[in-house]
T-cell receptor, first 117, second 115 residues
């Protein structure tokens, strides 16, 4: 079984600053996906970024980037130039790369990010 | 496509009553998932379907919970009888199978309150 750990319950950051959210996971699988989802107060779950474990290059999406360390089983998210609209709960998630597991996610407990003016 | 559509958005019911949550996945998606979100347990997978067939229901907490997917465009999650500890946000998500490039698309959730 896989476990996903987010050790930071809450992070506060000022507008335009950078914040890094940590995520570690435990798995015996070699092929898998990792995701960061954002949940704003509207409750909608929104995909922020995705990383395939077989890719060594870290994924980036505009102001969002990850630091994927496969050997250490670490998958941190960096939000650069933080904006007020980034205020949300952020979830790290794991998915096995196998036929019967498409879209089946194991979530961490979440980190609440608060962006202040 | 309008995305994954869940109804109702909010439901308040009395203990012992039957509750039915509904989901319309994105057209063409092969996989449908039901998740539950609570403060205590976070987001947990209850059950998922592949091409309308239940694949894994090991996350369903009790026999009071049941889920169906009669066709590719509709699924229900039923709780009978409901209990206060079932109060949570229930998410439906769907996922395409497009090679290795996949993600789960979530609905806006149903907030269930059992009093």
């Amino acid at each position: 079984a896989q476990t996903v750990t987010q050790s930071q319950p809450e992070m506060s950051v000022q507008e335009a600053e950078t914040v890094t959210l940590s995520c570690t996971y435990d798995t015996s699988e070699n092929n898998y996906y990792l995701f960061w989802y954002k949940q704003p107060p509207s409750r909608q779950m929104i995909l922020v970024i995705r990383q395939e474990a077989y890719k060594q290059q870290n994924a980036t999406e505009n102001r969002f980037s990850v630091n994927f360390q496969k050997a250490a089983k670490s998958f941190s998210l960096k939000i650069s130039d933080s904006q007020l609209g980034d205020t949300a709960m952020y979830f790290c998630a794991f998915m096995k790369m196998e036929t019967d597991s498409w879209g089946k996610l194991q979530f961490g407990a979440g980190t609440q990010v608060v962006v202040t003016p | 496509d309008a995305g994954v559509i869940q109804s109702p958005r909010h439901e308040v019911t009395e203990m012992g009553q039957e509750v039915t949550l509904r989901c319309k996945p994105i057209s063409g998606h092969d996989y449908l998932f039901w998740y539950r979100q609570t403060m205590m347990r976070g987001l947990e997978l209850l059950i998922y379907f592949n091409n309308n067939v239940p694949i894994d229901d090991s996350g369903m907490p009790e026999d009071r919970f049941s889920a169906k997917m009669p066709n590719a465009s509709f699924s229900t999650l039923k709780i009978q009888p409901s209990e206060p500890r079932d109060s949570a946000v229930y998410f439906c998500a769907s996922s395409p199978r497009t090679g290795w490039d996949t993600e789960a698309f979530f609905g806006q959730g149903t907030r269930l309150t059992v009093v």
